[in-house]
């Protein structure tokens, strides 16, 4: 029997083979290319861009740096992480973009396609052409991250940054042992590509932070044992990477007045945790500081993700047995380095217990949707398991049944394509969620920015004094520039607005129970309402027009 291509180590004198031909790279590119223009003409057909109140607050977020009234950096908020706002910026200065989810589109279908190319060179580094093709189909064509991709979520960003730093650390320890020169220098390459990724994770997602420190620890000790720690490389890249939550620690301070508002600040997770809970009827979700449950919600959402209600036993058990053969039979110092790709189930693990970010999933209590789409995160895991299981059973078909070697392969495909039917016809969690969530905002949506507009056309340029973090896409919906309102993030405006709305403001928007509303019923004088929307589930929303704003400029 010939050496399993598994068995080869990959210099950098052999990258081209390590990667594959140039025919084979433009087959993978433009197959996901296809599978992602597909789901953007379902995505825009079905209007489920902006499903996702999540998604219309990314791109409000990253609309107010360069449309607000004090437009800058600091408009970038304190919680969620900034890169991939900033990303969004050029494509949110389209209005049009804005308001319709394309300018979210574009960074996460580059970063779909981005992850994919990641996703197969990873495979392609230890196995042939056709196990890594069943790695790439089953990532690529997973429904629920075809429609993420097509939103301003961050997950298509994360899963790309983390797929992309598993294959340079992959790629940096093969290199490591080498002696020669051009080993070196590649190496040293590699050091600042891993820096920039987990750099790029730091700031998308708070498991970046995590996955941050695992990898540089660790590739520190591998220089260390080698007494090659003084690398100028090394400490370049170091830089780059320590200097990336210190960056975020100090934009805080110096906007926020405290170093770590994201975490205790008042729009922090565990913030918001205390708002919604409810006093005395006991914890406030079912994984609340019990590590194991909240294992168990993360594992079943990221089995519901990947594959349909009854396969996913059978997708944990290949994927983990195919880790496992990929253990015994790769090059074990550099496979070890793939094992980030698991990382997602201990962070969620303790994050579900106790980073007040609660996951809820229908088979399980509370029945409900929550949070589905971390679940994702494991799906470069998964594929990369299941490509491996593949392996292992070309491989010991191959030692009793040779001719039926090929027929394993197509086997795989066949029940990849099925899943991915079985998913679809099952309705994808994420998507559903999503559909759950626009449904909640619907009516609203539909009722609230026709008046706007109308009032806005009365009162050109009139300020609008609102509350926009709950409700950012009525200002995009209405035609008006964030810059014509005074809302929460214009603090010194705001103030001045709340203690005296009518004079400050031409059109106030208040719903039950916000700060608008506190202040509308403190200082009613010469507010008079014109419309009135209620909703279930929803507070009541009320309009209010100035009588004396005009008079008072």
Not at 10 to 32: D, F, N, S, Y
Not at 320 to 342: D, K, N, P
Not at 448 to 455: E, Q
Request: charged share 15%; proline share 6%.
């Amino acid at each position: 029997m010939t050496e399993p291509e598994v068995t080869r180590p990959a210099t950098p004198a052999t990258k081209t083979h390590r990667r594959g031909p140039r025919a084979e790279w433009l087959i993978v590119l433009a197959g996901c290319a296809a599978a992602c223009l597909v789901a953007v003409i379902w995505s825009w057909r079905h209007d489920a861009m902006l499903n996702y109140g999540d998604a219309v607050a990314h791109l409000h977020i990253a609309r107010r740096v360069i449309d607000s009234r004090r437009p800058g950096l600091s408009e970038l908020g304190s919680v969620w992480l900034p890169l991939p706002h900033l990303l969004m910026i050029p494509f949110v200065a389209v209005y049009a973009w804005w308001a319709n989810g394309v300018a979210g589109l574009i960074p996460s279908a580059a970063a779909y396609l981005a992850g994919c190319a990641g996703m197969y060179r990873l495979a392609r580094r230890w196995l042939g052409a056709r196990e890594s093709a069943i790695a790439l189909a089953f990532f690529a064509l997973n429904p629920n991250l075809l429609y993420l991709q097509t939103t301003a979520m961050t997950e298509p960003l994360f899963v790309c940054e983390m797929v992309w730093a598993s294959v340079w650390l992959v790629e940096w320890r093969t290199c490591l042992d080498r002696e020669d020169d051009a080993a070196r220098r590649w190496a040293n390459r590699l050091l600042y590509l891993i820096a920039l990724a987990i750099s790029a994770a730091v700031f998308t997602r708070y498991d970046g932070w995590v996955m941050a420190l695992l990898a540089w620890v660790a590739i520190g000790l591998s220089l260390l044992k080698r007494r090659r720690l003084g690398s100028r490389a090394f400490w370049i890249a170091s830089i780059i990477v320590v200097a990336s939550p210190v960056v975020w620690f100090i934009y805080n301070a110096v906007v926020f007045g405290d170093w770590l508002d994201f975490m205790r600040g008042p729009y922090s997770a565990k913030a918001i945790e205390l708002r919604t809970a409810t006093p005395g009827t006991g914890p406030p979700h079912p994984g609340w500081h019990n590590m194991w449950v909240s294992l168990k919600f993360f594992v079943k959402t990221s089995l519901m993700d990947a594959a349909g209600e009854r396969w996913g036993t059978w997708l944990l058990a290949t994927s983990v047995l195919g880790t496992m053969w990929a253990w015994l039979i790769a090059q074990r110092r550099a496979f070890a380095w793939s094992l980030l790709l698991w990382l997602p189930v201990p962070f969620y693990a303790y994050s579900v217990a106790y980073g007040s970010v609660p996951i809820f999933i229908p088979p399980w209590w509370p029945h409900s949707w929550y949070n589905t789409r971390y679940g994702l995160e494991l799906l470069p895991a998964f594929a990369l398991g299941i490509a491996f299981f593949t392996h292992f059973i070309v491989t010991g078909v191959r030692e009793f049944k040779p001719r039926w070697a090929r027929y394993v392969a197509a086997g795989m495909f066949a029940l990849i394509a099925v899943n991915v039917a079985i998913v679809i016809r099952e309705r994808p969690v994420v998507y559903v969620e999503g559909t759950k969530n626009m449904e909640s905002r619907r009516a609203y949506d539909r009722e609230i920015p026709p008046v706007l507009r109308a009032l806005a056309a009365e009162h050109p340029g009139a300020p609008v004094l609102m509350n926009t973090s709950v409700h950012p896409e009525f200002v995009a919906f209405s035609g008006m520039s964030l810059r014509q309102t005074i809302n929460e993030s214009d603090r010194e405006y705001l103030q001045a607005a709340l203690a005296a709305p009518a004079k400050e403001a031409a059109i106030v928007v208040a719903f039950a129970g916000d700060d608008v509303d506190r202040a509308v019923r403190a200082h009613p004088e010469a507010l008079r309402p014109v419309a009135h929307f209620a909703m279930k589930d929803q507070p009541a929303g009320t309009i209010y027009v100035s009588d004396t704003y005009a008079r008072g400029q």
